[in-house]
């Protein structure tokens, strides 16, 4: 078995951590401008105590309709889902809504930069998978294949990312080879 | 006093619908994807009743650190703050947060557009507003001016956007007038 470099294993961060450290980063560096949005809620009921800040008493989380992240790196408009897996030997595709398939293709569409950022937390791996080997996998899912790409074929069809301190996940380093 | 015509007042809609529907029909048209960005919030309780949905029962509103909208249009990374004012002389400045002001900054400098989009409700007015007007005004406010700008300033340097029925809010056509 191979020992872990501890010193660069995500220490119980989630991925959505690790990212926002990552554009953080970029943003301070004034590399790219990349932020999460915020988590869809529908809001149904909102108390307005006096002296105090509204407080939401009831809301439900919605499905997003598009995807976590987006922004702008070197004049392109650039957006992805961030998904981890415990699982180690594939990546369910279930996670993934079908809108969201839709939106990343529309962005092709228009010229932008759409991709996956896949974690196997088990194995501290990171993938850039582009949008076009998604859509590749997500038609097999369609037409009856397996519900999932196996570690093999993410290895294959994307690029790996290796983790580091300062930025945690370089993902922009890696755009260049995603590009035709 | 100007007679109005009804059938493209905004009939007691927000701005926020009336741009909601206009990216809608971009959407649907293939000519960008442009999505409102969800309100934040902070989400601190939440229960989970058996065999039913989960319940935000505490959350509170966050201040925005981005805008409200962005997406891709031609290519182009697009980043823009709506707002509507009942006022019928000026637009207030307070509205809008410093670090909006320089989220938008950003944007410009990596090469995106960033715009105000202003409603005066009253008058049923729209007006598409590049950055580099309202960080001028913006200056102005910071070093001791005005806390607002006048329509007639609102008039003089931005492009003036007609309400009709489909798109509700066409601004798409006004941002060649905003690029030199
Ligand atoms: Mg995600
Ligand atoms: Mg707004």
Redesign the pocket.
């Given at each position: 078995k191979k020992k872990k470099d501890i010193s660069f294993s995500n220490r119980g961060k989630t991925?959505?951590d690790e990212l926002n450290e990552t554009n953080s980063f970029y943003l301070q560096r004034g590399l790219a401008v990349i932020h999460k949005k915020p988590v869809p809620v529908q809001i149904v009921r909102v108390e307005y105590p006096s002296r105090s800040a509204a407080v939401i008493r009831e809301a439900y989380f919605q499905a997003p309709s598009t995807?976590?992240y987006n922004g702008i790196w070197q004049g392109r408009y650039i957006d992805f889902?961030?998904?981890e897996t415990e699982i180690r030997t594939s990546f369910p595709l279930k996670?993934i809504h079908e809108h969201q398939v839709h939106h990343m293709a529309d962005i092709i569409r228009h010229g932008g930069l759409a991709f996956l950022i896949i974690r196997f937390s088990s194995l501290d791996r990171y993938f850039v998978l582009p949008f076009e080997t998604l859509e590749t996998y997500w038609k097999r899912m369609v037409t009856g294949g397996r519900k999932s790409m196996t570690l093999a074929e993410v290895e294959e069809s994307s690029v790996e990312v290796k983790p580091g301190a300062f930025p945690r996940i370089d993902y922009l380093s890696v755009l260049h080879q995603l590009m035709k």
């Open positions: 991925l959505e995807t976590d889902e961030a998904k996670n």
